[in-house]
Nanobody, 124 residues
Framework: QVQLVESGGGLVQAGGSLRLSCVASGGTVRNYAVGWFRQAPGKEREFVATINWTGRNQYYADSVKGRFTISRDNAENAVYLQMNSLKPEDTAVYYC?????????????????WGQGTQVTVSS
């Protein structure tokens, strides 16, 4: 079973961009769908984006559609989340998660493996 480590979070002004990385170790991420989720203080974890194991299909939450892009590089054993036009309401801890041979789903319980998260803070 792979382990996941997120990076790339930080503090950015509204309208700025960040690129989050989710790097797998202990195995290949090639056969996993990978999703990004986020959790803001006092709120439940919510789905952000997912990419299926082939990389052909991506699916986004309405709140980030057109601003965020999920991609994968199996050679680097990584999945990325490019976040543009960031808003203060995007502030949260962002988690990546892996689902073996998954089709890519917004349902968090479908994902077997989770990273520790990376903080994204967007100032107004």
């Amino acid at each position: 079973q792979v382990q996941l480590v997120e990076s790339g979070g930080g503090l950015v002004q509204a309208g700025g961009s960040l690129r989050l990385s989710c790097v797998a170790s202990g195995g290949t991420v090639r056969n996993y769908a990978v999703g990004w989720f986020r959790q803001a203080p006092g709120k439940e974890r919510e789905f952000v984006a997912t990419i299926n194991w082939t990389g052909r299909n991506q699916y986004y939450a309405d709140s980030v559609k057109g601003r965020f892009t999920i991609s994968r590089d199996n050679a680097e054993n990584a999945v990325y989340l490019q976040m543009n036009s960031l808003k203060p309401e995007d502030t949260a801890v962002y988690y990546c998660a892996a689902d073996l041979l998954g089709s890519g789903t917004a349902r968090s319980y479908e994902y077997e493996t989770w990273g520790q998260g990376t903080q994204v803070t967007v100032s107004s």
